[in-house]
């Protein structure tokens, strides 16, 4: 049974960090890459980072880059998203998902993940 459980949300002030963990189950990081997407009240949807599959190629949102990082470790079959310089503006519900099978690089559409976690809440402020 494929599980995506996601933890480490929270409250934190701008400035502050925050790391994301992803743990999945029911298969292996091995052969799926994983994509971390976020949800703010009113908003779609939006991709935030995603790691391949393989060599584990990465790829960012514009908003993104430069303050967030994503990581793997296969071991514990854990995925995580370590957010730093965090903004009012990164507020939102913070899922993650399963790539596609056989996918080989990971893009931030949603329609291309099919499995995704409970989502965890982050919200910045002061």
């Known amino acids: 049974q494929v599980q995506l459980v996601e933890s480490g949300g929270g409250l934190v002030q701008p400035g502050g960090s925050l790391r994301l963990s992803c743990a999945a189950s029911g298969f292996s990081l091995d052969y799926y890459g994983i994509g971390w997407f976020r949800q703010a009240p009113g908003k779609e949807r939006e991709g935030v980072s995603c790691?391949?599959?393989?060599?584990?190629?990465?790829l960012y949102a514009d908003s993104v880059k430069g303050r967030f990082t994503i990581s793997r470790d296969n071991a514990k079959n854990t995925v995580y998203l370590q957010m730093n310089s965090l903004k009012p503006g990164d507020t939102a519900v913070y899922y993650c998902?399963?790539?596609?099978?056989?996918?080989?690089?990971?893009?931030?559409?949603?329609?291309?993940?099919?499995?995704w976690g409970q989502g965890t809440q982050v919200t910045v402020s002061s």
């Open positions: 790691v391949s599959r393989g060599a584990g190629s990465t």
């Open positions: 998902a399963r790539d596609r099978p056989l996918s080989r690089r990971c893009v931030l559409s949603p329609n291309e993940y099919d499995y």
